[in-house]
């Protein structure tokens, strides 16, 4: 796809329902589900998108995600950008869970959630050295709750893994 392929269809206001509590002005990182697609060569990079769309919301219903996510208060929105944040932290489909379970924890005191992973993402939309002082929303060092969207595609685990954290009142990792 050309440039001008790939920012209009980067654009493009999809109306799908893994996007419907996604913000308006928020792009589509973290939405854009990683597998393999089969497509023509003659499919659009906008079907390609739909596609991904579709798989990641084929994930979530499948494995009953969204009912887990809407109990524990956080939207599709909301779930993908903490999701996002796990995957940036560790890899390890066991680790998340626990790295999971810390977040929900500090989100549901007030608490910071002080992950390393959002300034530096913010550091590197800006074009600056990363620093804990970022003033950035992606800054959760310096900025209660969830930063403004996802920062970076997620594995299956780490949708599990917001979806069934293990169970503890753990504050750190």
């Known amino acids: 796809f050309s440039d001008t392929e790939v920012t209009a269809a980067f654009q ?5 329902p893994v996007l419907a509590t996604r913000p308006a002005g928020t792009g589509l990182e973290g939405y854009i589900y990683p597998e393999t697609y089969r497509m023509g060569a003659d499919q659009s990079l906008e079907a390609l998108l739909e596609r991904s769309f579709d798989e990641l919301y084929k994930l979530l219903t499948k494995k009953h995600y969204l009912e887990e996510y809407t109990k524990r208060g956080l939207s599709i929105h909301q ?18 869970k626990q790295v999971a379970q810390v977040f929900l924890k500090r989100m549901s005191i007030g608490m910071q959630l002080g992950s390393d992973v ?7 939309q800006l ?3 990363p620093s804990v002082d970022l003033d950035s929303p992606y800054n959760t060092r310096k900025y209660n709750g969830l930063p403004p969207g996802p920062i970076a595609n997620m594995n299956p685990s780490a949708l599990e893994a917001v979806a069934f954290p293990y169970a503890g009142d753990y504050l750190f990792f």
């Open 12 to 16: 493009k206001t999809y109306q799908h």
């Open 118 to 124: 959002t300034f530096m993402y913010a550091a590197k």
């Open 79 to 96: 779930a993908v950008t903490l999701a996002s944040i796990v995957q940036k932290e560790v890899s390890s489909p066991k680790d998340q």
């Open 127 to 129: 074009g600056v050295e």
